[in-house]
């Protein structure tokens, strides 16, 4: 089977798993699965967390990973890669390995180097791995800006780390600004060098458990569908934004997005 008798497109995900469901694998799959995409889930990470609290997490062994994505590659057309929780050098270098071997397909990179809460996820080991070995190879990167200044600590601003992002390699760069001071949050596209366009959505109250996973891996989903990256950005974040808009709180801390808003009965809407 080619990738374009494929009926419904697969996205690869490189993920974490998350047991309170709100980020990580589960986050992919139900947005993937809005974007009418079938997942394909490989798991880099077990995480202990809540929506309140980030306790700790276990990498699993990267010989793992390389077989998990292998023994789907070899079975069914993948359309698009995402990338998220990845917690070693090692993990980074089996996931390189992957797409080294398939150039053609694009990769959505979501760096996730801290929780929600703030704990540290990567070092400066991690971070450098990504920077040789992933950016390079990231279709769209899309990091908040605390990430961003992590990924180009020289840069003494936004724009500048986004440039010296671009310098490493990726091809777009989608900077969120939902962790900056001000009244709305705007999120700025980057690629050939400058600015493409700023995205400008209502600020929301409260905080929210998986936004930057449903986020990219809605630009994964709408790449894998056909679409141009900067329609794929576009729309991703009309998405995300809906999703989070009606997002629900079911535990004692952050809320979750409403990823599935789109399958409520009308009289419910």
């Keep these: 089977m080619t990738q374009q008798q494929s009926p419904v497109p697969v996205v690869m995900v490189f993920s974490g798993n998350d047991p309170s469901g709100g980020a990580g694998v ?13 997942t394909a889930p490989v798991i880099t990470t077990l995480t202990i967390q809540d929506t309140q609290d980030f306790i700790g997490y276990t990498p699993l062994d990267a010989g793992l990973i390389v077989e998990q994505a292998r023994a789907v590659l070899e079975d069914m ?35 996730v180097l801290a929780s929600g ?23 769209v990167l899309t990091p908040n800006s605390l990430e961003a200044r992590t990924l180009a600590p020289a840069a003494d ?18 900077i969120t600004g939902t962790h900056e001071n ?3 949050v705007k999120n700025t596209l980057y690629a050939n ?12 109250e409260g905080s929210f458990h998986g936004s ?18 900067f329609s794929a950005i576009h729309e991703a974040q009309e998405y995300t934004w809906q999703a989070l808009s009606e997002g629900y709180r079911i535990g004692m801390g952050q809320q979750i997005p409403n990823r599935l808003f789109w399958a409520r009965d009308e009289e419910e809407q």
């Design 117 to 139: 809460n703030g704990t540290a996820l990567s070092d400066d080991d991690i971070v450098a791995a990504m920077t040789d070995l992933l950016l390079p190879q990231a279709t």
């Design 212 to 229: 930057g996973c449903t986020l990219a891996a809605s630009i994964a989903g709408l790449l894998a569908q056909g679409l141009e990256p």
């Design 157 to 174: 601003t936004l724009d500048a780390c986004a440039m010296a992002i671009l310098e490493h390699g990726a091809e777009f760069v989608l």
């Design 182 to 184: 001000t009244p709305t």
């Design 26 to 38: 589960q986050a992919d799959i139900e947005s993937l699965i809005s974007h009418g995409c079938h």
């Design 77 to 111: 057309p993948v359309n698009a890669f995402k990338l998220g929780l990845l917690t070693s050098t090692e993990t980074v270098e089996a996931v390189h390995s992957i797409l080294h071997d398939y150039p053609d397909i694009p990769v959505v990179m979501d760096p």
């Design 193 to 204: 060098h400058r600015v493409m366009e700023t995205f400008t959505w209502d600020r929301l």
